[in-house]
């Protein structure tokens, strides 16, 4: 099967760090993409791990372990606008590869 | 800058009609998708379009169908609108389902 898990709440305080997990299922895996979704607004695509390891995109890294079948985001220095909700996705399958969402994980953060 | 254009931002239908969200994308990306999303569901795939004519069905494919007649359009349409069908649909394009580009998003509410 093709899924990815998230948890479906965090909070956080202005100025934390915080990790927002994702496991999926490795049926046709190929990568890990970050989507961030803010209220009444459309997704918009943060980052991609096709390799293990982290990648670093100012204040916002993402790390993909493909032997754990596991991932997580981590943003820094939090700030209000980061309120939002989070999504990883996964290009899944062989020749007509298709784009699954994780379930989501909604980012409270609090002053 | 990429464009995913949605033809509306709130539709209201009644129950039994027969309707169609459009999609258009400036960017002649291959992949096209069609997803909704409910609150604590994340986004779900209803359907897929890896080229012109080409298309597959995606986690939740039941009472809607596509159309892809042309590559830059990718039409969902609602045979029998329902009012389980009452969600938010968002359409994407993509050129490897590294990075998906949305629209805004219609909000459909079937009465």
């Known amino acids: 099967g093709q899924s990815l898990e998230q948890p479906s709440e965090v909070t956080a305080v202005e100025g934390a760090i915080v990790q927002i997990n994702c496991t999926y299922q490795t049926s046709g895996f190929y990568g890990l993409s970050w989507y961030q979704q803010h209220d009444g607004g459309a997704p918009t695509f943060l980052s991609y791990n096709a390799l293990d390891g982290l990648e670093e995109t100012g204040r916002f890294s993402s790390f993909l372990s493909r032997s754990d079948s596991y991932g997580y985001l981590l943003l820094q220095e939090l700030q209000m606008k980061d309120s939002a909700s989070y999504f990883c996705a996964g290009p899944f399958g062989g020749a007509t590869n298709k784009l699954i969402f994780g379930t989501g994980t909604l980012l409270a953060v609090q002053p | 800058d990429v464009k995913v254009t949605q033809s509306s931002r709130y539709l209201v239908k009644r129950t039994g009609e027969k309707v169609f969200l459009e999609c258009v994308q400036d960017m002649d990306h291959e992949n096209m998708f069609w997803y909704r999303q409910d609150p604590g569901l994340g986004l779900r795939l209803i359907y897929f379009?890896?080229?012109?004519?080409?298309?597959e069905k995606g986690d939740i494919p039941e009472g809607y169908s596509v159309s892809r007649e042309k590559k830059e359009r990718f039409s969902l349409i609602l045979e029998s609108a329902s009012t389980n069908q009452t969600s938010m649909y968002l359409c994407a394009s993509s050129l490897r389902n590294t990075e998906a580009f949305f629209g805004q998003g219609t909000r459909l509410t079937v009465v």
């Open positions: 379009s890896y080229d012109v004519k080409m298309k």
